[in-house]
């Protein structure tokens, strides 16, 4: 298979962990006999000194032209200056909305060799394994109208939440299909005491769950379930939620399995996926070799998995970070007391070492 991937580093951090993540790749399309097309193009605060604009033309449509989407990082205090339309993450929202990329899957899973970072006492934290879907073109993050309004001293700011009907149905319905090829347990966040799109939110997922009547589906108001996913985190198999709540609680997630550095996701829905790691750009840390690529390799194996239905492939890439992880090897964000910290590279290095050993196991095996 010809793997045609639009390679979008970004800011910050992005473009360290985005090259590991790769050649991670590469050596899963030598290993697994497919071709790899790479296309490099600039986003974010990188395409704002290059062109005057977060997301040029010409990067756009690489990624309309392509099987997928490998998208380091974008932003930084550089730009908290630039107008809202100008500013990195307008690029990453336009990006979204220009590939229909309307869901958002964030799984956060605790691998048994990290019980010891995560802030949770280790018995809370083993098993966690809840994938997030998130929608991700609708809420306050794209509701008209939105203003900053009046003189200084009295101004008044409003951001419009809307969902509609048709945008929470196709939203619930990848969800309960996705429940379906796990535990089959779906538990939908809203805030329906409060909030009339909540409401709505519920009373349209609970209809299409009536088809899916081998999913256990509850509802869950957004302060509650904050609470639980740090009280009882392994209790939660997908969690479906609107957009800021999702990027709330997602983030969440990501402590609790130890580190935001460990959290892939996928953007996925319309014509083309994007794909990236969570943790933000991380300007303090950039071109010093200790930033934790394992959430951008880890986005590889969604792209295989989700774009390219290759899921040998990227069950392969899981497998093999998590017997790094069992190996012992930590970058710095992972460390605990006694541990020696790995590099960027020394990380993506050790990853690509077990995909082959991995492979040469398959191959006497079989």
């Given at each position: 298979m010809l793997l045609n991937l639009t390679i979008l580093p970004g800011d910050g951090i992005g473009p360290e962990v985005t090259d590991e993540a790769v050649r991670v790749l590469e050596l899963v399309a030598e290993t697994f006999g497919h071709q790899l097309g790479l296309t490099r193009k600039n986003i974010g605060g990188a395409a704002l000194v290059a062109s005057k604009d977060p997301l040029p033309a010409d990067t756009l449509q690489a990624c309309l032209s392509s099987g997928a989407v490998l998208l380091g990082a974008v932003g930084g205090p550089a730009f908290d200056e630039y107008p809202r339309d100008l500013r990195p993450e307008a690029g990453l929202l336009r990006l979204r909305k220009e590939l229909g990329a309307f869901a958002n899957l964030r799984p956060a899973v605790c691998f048994p060799a990290l019980q010891e970072s995560s802030p949770l006492r280790p018995e809370l934290a083993k098993g966690t394994d809840v994938l997030i879907v998130r929608e991700l073109l609708g809420g306050l993050y794209f509701g008209e109208p939105r203003s900053i309004q009046g003189s200084a001293g009295?101004?008044?700011?409003?951001?419009?939440?809307?969902?509609?009907?048709?945008?929470?149905?196709?939203?619930?319905?990848?969800?309960?299909?996705?429940?379906?090829?796990?535990?089959?347990?779906?538990?939908?966040?809203?805030?329906?005491?409060?909030?009339?799109?909540?409401?709505?939110?519920?009373e349209v997922v609970t209809r299409v769950g009536k088809n899916y009547r081998d999913v256990q589906l509850s509802h869950m108001y957004v302060d509650a379930a904050a609470m639980l996913?740090?009280?009882?985190?392994?209790?939660?198999?997908?969690?479906?939620?609107?957009?800021?709540?999702?990027?709330?609680?997602?983030?969440?997630?990501?402590?609790?399995?130890?580190?935001?550095?460990?959290?892939?996701?996928?953007?996925?829905?319309?014509?083309?996926?994007?794909?990236?790691?969570?943790?933000?750009?991380?300007?303090?840390?950039?071109?010093?070799?200790?930033?934790?690529?394992?959430?951008?390799?880890?986005?590889?194996?969604?792209?295989?998995?989700?774009?390219?239905?290759?899921?040998?492939?990227?069950?392969?890439?899981?497998?093999?970070?998590?017997?790094?992880?069992?190996?012992?090897?930590?970058?710095?964000?992972?460390?605990?007391?006694?541990?020696?910290?790995t590099s960027t590279t020394q990380m993506g290095e050790k990853v690509r070492e077990s995909v082959k050993q991995l492979a040469a196991r398959h191959e006497v095996a079989s």
């Open positions: 009295s101004r008044v700011a409003t951001n419009t939440m809307s969902y509609g009907e048709a945008e929470i149905e196709r939203i619930a319905r990848m969800a309960f299909e996705l429940a379906r090829t796990r535990r089959h347990k779906l538990v939908s966040v809203d805030k329906g005491n409060v909030l009339e799109c909540s409401r709505l939110w519920r996913l740090v009280m009882r985190p392994a209790d939660f198999d997908v969690l479906l939620t609107e957009n800021m709540f999702g990027d709330i609680l997602s983030d969440q997630a990501g402590a609790v399995v130890g580190s935001l550095g460990l959290l892939a996701s996928a953007s996925i829905g319309g014509a083309v996926g994007v794909y990236e790691p969570v943790h933000g750009s991380a300007p303090d840390i950039a071109g010093k070799g200790i930033a934790n690529p394992l959430g951008a390799i880890l986005s590889a194996a969604l792209l295989l998995r989700y774009s390219f239905r290759l899921e040998r492939e990227a069950a392969s890439i899981e497998s093999a970070v998590s017997q790094v992880l069992d190996a012992g090897y930590r970058t710095r964000d992972l460390v605990t007391s006694g541990q020696s910290a």
